[in-house]
């Protein structure tokens, strides 16, 4: 899985750019191996007047061709990365989860299956 990590607006420190891959490669969890790319694009849209500015936008590249996106705004780069990051893992799951699911489903239902079920009393 690899790893972009782009600034907008401001200088990235080395501190943060840690954050982001520790963070990224934690929210990908077990399903790291079938994602190809996650860009984390993070951006400071008022400058130095400050407040609730700070966004985190999160592109995920899956294995078999697909593309997940999620954002998050907060008042640092650190809550804006792990909220976007939190909400692309829950999508990655729910995408890959699913399909392996459904594999998995087709395995256990096939003609054997009802005879390998107990029969209710």
Known sequence: MRIEIRARHFTLTETLRTHVERRARFAMGRLSDRVREVTVRLEDINGPRGGVDKVAKV??????????ASEAMDASYASAVDRALERAGH??????????RQDS?????????????????
Do not use: D, F, M
């Not at 592109?59 to 997940?68: F, K, P, Y």
């Open 59 to 68: 592109t995920v590249r899956l294995e078999h061709g697909g593309q997940l």
């Open 91 to 100: 999508a990655v799951n729910k995408t890959l989860g699913r399909t392996h």
């Open 105 to 121: 489903a087709s395995v256990r239902t096939g003609p054997w299956a009802a005879e390998e079920l107990p029969h209710p009393i």
